[in-house]
């Protein structure tokens, strides 16, 4: 009896994702539920949701009429919410019916976002450190990740005008801006966009910009968006959201503004992928924007107070930080504990003290990130202090 030729299991797996694994970031997840650690390894932000937010959304789970398919843009009552609000705190006009896109969080507009605007081969601009997912995303989409390098100075963080040109080649297409950035925390200035934003003209480049950390600012930082420039308002997409401003992250919501050229290919792509964003729960971060202003004090208040407690620590430690403008991440330097594998680093330490972090390799492209490891802050007060003891057993050595 003849045997059927055996056919290799690669056979059915699309060349997009063949080279592609579970983020570091859901690894160490994985592997701090197993161990029954302490997460500062995922941005889950764990502060209470605002009740105005729960109790919207609650009103509309039992409405008929707002449990159903919304547009593929959004409903229109939170569009023009968010369009007020943008005029308001980021300076950018963009108008509710044409150039705004309620999306499946910022990470659900970035992809709809690269769907819509470029084509495989096309090149993108990424500063390291980087979101993995920004990487990931993009390699998914087929395109080509073009690296500009963190810098060596006393400023590691500084945008340097010769390593972004040295990163663009001829087939470059966009460049990808991450403010309060994620993993640093690095806040851009004006003089950064500026620069980014001359290149960006005179390459004919899109800036796509994420903007999701937008409320979480420390030392008197104001917060600066690209599209606000009237130079940069035709070519920038910008990408916010909602998940980490009312802690919803697992209610997954954000919005896209964009020229409405842009934003009416984005809204197809988003159509595509998603249908739209859960409508219920729409109605629910609309009531947010309600808020007072006092909420969004209150929350630089209470996350610089943590941002300075673990900063402290890991300074007292032997792993010092770079000390974030704003997010509620940031990176330690691990490299006087000799191990030079961000990996190894990372799983030895939520052996020993039971918190999880995330290895810097994730964030970068050059060994580089090997020096490092992030730490999210947003976990509660209990769960901070709790990890700042139990990372202080490693004072010693690990």
């Known amino acids: 009896m003849s045997q059927k030729p055996t056919q290799s299991k690669t056979r059915h797996i699309s060349r997009r994702i063949s080279g592609l694994v579970q ?23 764990e502060l209470p949701t605002p009740e105005i937010v729960i109790k919207a959304a609650q009103a509309a789970l039992s409405d008929d009429r707002k449990t159903v398919y919304s547009a593929a843009e959004g409903v229109l009552p939170l569009r023009q919410a968010i369009a007020r609000k943008l005029e308001r705190e980021n300076n950018i006009r963009a108008k509710a019916e044409t150039d705004i896109v309620v ?42 990740p073009q690296f500009v390098p963190m810098g060596e100075g006393s400023d590691k963080l500084a945008i340097n005008e010769t390593a972004v040109r040295a990163a663009i080649k001829d087939n470059t297409r966009a460049i990808v801006v991450c403010t309060p950035n994620n993993p640093s925390g690095k806040m851009w200035s004006e003089a950064d966009i500026r620069l980014v934003g001359k290149i960006a003209k005179e390459k004919d480049l ?56 842009l934003a009416s290919k984005i809204k197809i792509a988003n159509d595509l992928f998603y249908v739209c964003a859960p409508t219920p729960l729409q109605y629910g971060v609309l009531a947010g924007f309600d808020v007072g202003r006092s909420y969004f004090t ?16 890991l300074e007292a430690i032997g792993m ?16 006087k504990f000799g191990l030079g594998n961000s990996k190894l680093f990372a799983m030895a330490l939520l052996e020993k003290t039971k918190v999880a972090t995330v290895p810097g390799r994730a964030f970068f492209n050059s060994g580089v990130g090997d020096r490092y490891i992030r730490l999210c802050f947003g976990v509660n007060d209990d769960a901070l202090d709790k990890a700042c003891q139990q990372l202080m057993q490693i004072k010693g050595g690990l």
């Open 298 to 313: 209150n929350l630089q208040t209470e996350f610089k107070i943590k941002r300075d407690k673990i900063c402290s620590t």
């Open 320 to 335: 010092p930080p770079l000390v974030p403008e704003g997010a509620y991440y940031v990176l330690a330097d691990i490299s």
């Open 103 to 144: 999306v499946n969080g910022s990470t659900g507009g970035y992809a709809a976002t690269l769907m819509a605007l470029f084509n495989p081969g096309d090149g993108i601009v990424l500063f390291e450190p980087f979101y993995g997912y920004h990487l990931n995303a993009a390699l998914l989409a087929e395109l080509e």
């Open 206 to 261: 899109i800036i796509i910009t994420d903007e999701m950390y937008e409320y979480f600012r420390y030392d008197s930082r104001e917060h600066l968006s690209p599209m606000a420039y009237p130079e940069l308002a035709d070519r920038t997409v910008t990408l916010m959201g909602l998940s980490k401003t009312f802690s919803i992250t697992g209610w997954r919501l954000g919005y896209v503004a964009a020229p409405a050229e």
């Open 23 to 45: 983020s570091d970031i859901r690894a160490m997840t994985n592997e701090c539920v197993r161990l029954g650690g302490i997460n500062m390894g995922q941005g889950l932000c």
